[in-house]
């Protein structure tokens, strides 16, 4: 039996010919008048300079090994994703950042510890080699539920408000008459991540595992990794989606169970 | 054909100085009215003059500019409103159900709080929904796949099992057909009072207004006048 690939470093030349692969994709751009170049240069140099700084970044936080320098790329981590999360819906409302950075800072914690410390064993919990990664990919998969979750429960609250009105008329509370809305954004924002459950290793090997087989680890440890990866995340989306709907339901009734659809804005702007 | 006087009725809802608006637009000002126990009154005035608003500022849905509403003498409750809204019932405009059958939604408003140790009383129900011309089948039918004639029975049907004090109808009849109409007033009017309600209906329809209610009042905007019919 073949002895696992050792882990290879990667020359200069070998990104540059996966450059290459980019540059034809750009010339058939040109070619077809996609107008598809520019964004395509943008975002492949965007790619290398925010990989390449993070490289850097995360080598210096790793060998420095302390809560302290987590700390900043912790709320870094977080504050970048609270704003592509709220960034997306169609509709906001005063407060929903405050809400999403709560929900996501809470979720990464719970999650990542939880790995880190009960699943992994590392020690200390936080070591920044594992606890970023990890959080990482919570957080990446967080944001997309909590964003789609928002962008369901304000559509809900804006478009079905007669239906929500109608069960306050009849004498629901203001959580009685958001269940619906609720559950079905929660739903709605969890969505991604089953399907991905559903077809993992079928359709596709999630980037993590290939990650981890390419860098020359035995496929059956990269699994066991990857299914822990894969219930973190599924578990970080619930939480971040139910986090942010309930909050979110909470910031637009008043104490007289009244929904204030006018604290509803429309627009990314 | 005002079914009934109320003329030595009880104080039963009390409007004093309702001022009401919505979109930053007030529509109402200084609105004093009262519903006595068992009366109904008719609230006549154009559309956009803010009859619908008025309706919803009454049932707590959204808060009245200035003044006070009263139910027996009480004003609404801090954080009981859910208790205040089933005793005040609103039956919107045009209907609006749950994407579910016709019985889970004639259960639903049994299985909230504010329903308390009230159960969901189906035999009332069914015999109710024939009442109006609605089939005991259509039960178990999707609520949203019935014409819109049949979905306004229904809306109807859901808010008098509910046994409220106080019936707030805003056009209640504007989803039927004219034929329809006369037919289903005359059967809601009658089930209405014979179970003790009151009702404040708003409409532009003077002549439903003639057959429905003990009295009416004319709504303008910043003006109201009261004045009795017949």
């Known amino acids: 039996m073949a002895s696992p690939v050792q882990p290879m470093d990667l020359s200069w030349w070998q990104l540059a010919i996966a450059a290459s692969l980019i540059l034809i994709s750009g010339a058939v751009s040109l070619a077809l008048k996609l107008r598809m170049e520019k964004r395509l240069a943008l975002a492949s140099l965007r790619t290398i300079v925010q990989l390449g700084l993070v490289g850097y970044v995360l080598k210096w936080v790793f060998e420095l090994d302390t809560l302290l320098a987590l700390g900043p790329v912790f709320l870094l981590m977080i504050a970048t994703a609270t704003g592509a999360a709220i960034r997306r819906p169609e509709r906001r409302y005063g407060g929903a950042a405050r809400r ?20 992994i064993g590392v020690d200390p919990w936080y070591a920044p080699s594992y606890f970023i990664p990890l959080l990482g990919m ?27 009105e109608m069960e306050l008329a009849l004498g629901a509370t203001s959580w009685e008459s958001a269940r619906g809305p609720v559950s079905s954004a929660v739903r709605r924002g969890m969505i991604p991540i089953i399907n991905s459950m559903m077809v993992v290793g079928i359709v596709s090997l999630p980037g993590m595992m290939t990650g981890q087989i390419l860098a020359g680890a035995d496929p059956l440890r990269a699994v066991k990794y990857q299914i822990v990866i894969m219930f973190m995340i599924a578990a970080g989306t619930a939480m971040g989606s139910m986090l942010i709907a309930v909050l979110s339901y909470r910031a637009l009734y008043n104490s007289r169970h009244q929904l204030v659809s006018d604290r509803i804005r429309s627009g990314k702007g | 054909m005002p079914g009934g006087s109320a003329d030595g009725g009880e104080r039963l809802l009390e409007l004093s100085g309702l001022s009401a608006g919505t979109d930053g637009r007030v529509l109402i000002t200084g609105l004093d009215l009262c519903v006595r126990e068992g009366e109904f009154v008719a609230l006549l005035g154009p559309s956009g003059c803010g009859k619908t608003t008025l309706l919803r500022a009454v049932s707590g849905l959204i808060d009245p500019l200035e003044g006070a509403v009263r139910l027996r003498g009480e004003e609404a409750p801090g954080d009981h409103w859910p208790s205040f809204r089933r005793r005040v019932v609103l039956i919107q405009q045009t209907p609006v159900l749950l994407d579910r059958t016709v019985e889970e939604n004639l259960r639903r408003p049994f299985d909230y709080d504010s329903a308390g140790e009230a159960g969901f009383p189906g035999d009332r129900a069914v015999s109710l929904l024939e009442v109006f011309g609605v089939d005991e089948s259509r039960m178990s039918q999707n609520a949203r796949s019935l014409s819109v004639g049949q979905q306004q029975r ?23 057909d004219p034929e329809s109409v006369r037919s289903v007033e005359e059967v809601f009017v009658r089930e209405a009072r014979q179970r003790g309600m009151s009702a404040l209906l708003v409409t532009h329809d003077r002549a439903q207004a003639e057959r429905v209610c003990d009295r009416s009042v004319e709504l303008q905007p910043y003006l109201t006048e009261e004045a009795r019919i017949g």
């Open chain 1, 100 to 119: 999403a950075f709560f929900s996501l800072a809470l979720t990464g914690l719970v999650i990542t510890v939880t790995a880190t410390r009960l699943i």
């Open chain 1, 138 to 164: 919570v957080l990446g998969n967080g944001m997309n539920g909590i964003s789609l979750c928002l962008d369901h429960l304000l559509e809900s609250f804006t478009l079905r408000r007669d239906v929500v």
């Open chain 2, 154 to 176: 229904v809306c109807l049907v859901r808010a008098l099992i509910l046994q409220p004090e106080v019936l707030l109808l805003d056009e209640p009849t504007s989803a039927l």
